[in-house]
T-cell receptor
Framework: AQSVTQPDIHITVSEGASLELRCNYSYGATPYLFWYVQSPGQGLQLLLK??????LVQGIKGFEAEFKRSQSSFNLRKPSVHWSDAAEYFC?????????????FGTGTKLQVIP | SAVISQKPSRDICQRGTSLTIQCQVDSQVTMMFWYRQQPGQSLTLIATANQGSEATYESGFVIDKFPISRPNLTFSTLTVSNMSPEDSSIYLC???????????FGQGTRLTVV
């Protein structure tokens, strides 16, 4: 069975600073990988996804993530954080045909942005 | 993409009662999913609902507690039965369009059991 680990429960960064959120996965085959963001009181919004091809994936809101098979990682990055980025971020792995049979989420990383 | 509407958006319920949550999608989808997000926790898949067949439940979830209906390709309901305070969570409906292989989520139903 697949699993996802987000080692950082809570991260605080200054506005304008760079950001990297860590994600490690476990899955026997090539995974489908996702990053979702959940703002307070909101549903989940997809930031970006990796299925195959270029290992550096660009997403919305200036986010990017890099798939590193050798490290089983899919870390999320942003060069300059904005106050509106404060939210909870979930890494997820999809498995099965088309990746939709089962999506497993990590425990989430809560991002705080300080002025 | 898919637009998902969940009702109610929130509710406060008495223990021992049941609540049915509705999920409406703006297009036909094969699979619909129900997740639970307990306070401060990640999302846990409750069950997968395929139109025309019984829902498939994940370990730790049973049909008597979380009965699911899937009467057509755009609608599903999840009932939380005989509620206790431990059922206080956000319940989210999710769909997958197949070809895109990403999951779309509703806004969730925030349930508080008192």
């Amino acid at each position: 069975a697949q699993s996802v680990t987000q080692p950082d429960i809570h991260i605080t960064v200054s506005e304008g600073a760079s950001l990297e959120l860590r994600c490690n996965y476990s899955y026997g085959a090539t995974p489908y990988l996702f990053w979702y963001v959940q703002s307070p009181g909101q549903g989940l919004q997809l930031l970006l996804k990796y299925f195959s091809g270029d290992t550096l994936v660009q997403g919305i809101k200036g986010f990017e993530a890099e798939f590193k098979r050798s490290q089983s990682s899919f870390n999320l990055r942003k060069p300059s954080v904005h106050w509106s980025d404060a939210a909870e971020y979930f890494c997820a792995v999809g498995a099965g045909s088309g990746g939709y049979q089962k999506v497993t989420f990590g425990t989430g990383t809560k991002l705080q942005v300080i002025p | 993409s898919a637009v998902i509407s969940q009702k109610p958006s929130r509710d406060i319920c008495q223990r021992g009662t049941s609540l049915t949550i509705q999920c409406q999608v703006d297009s036909q989808v094969t699979m619909m999913f129900w997740y639970r997000q307990q306070p401060g926790q990640s999302l846990t898949l409750i069950a997968t609902a395929n139109q025309g067949s019984e829902a498939t439940y994940e370990s730790g979830f049973v049909i008597d507690k979380f009965p699911i209906s899937r009467p057509n390709l755009t609608f599903s309901t999840l009932t939380v039965s005989n509620m206790s305070p431990e059922d206080s969570s956000i319940y989210l409906c999710s769909v997958d369009k197949g070809a895109s292989t990403e999951a779309f989520f509703g806004q969730g139903t925030r349930l508080t059991v008192v």
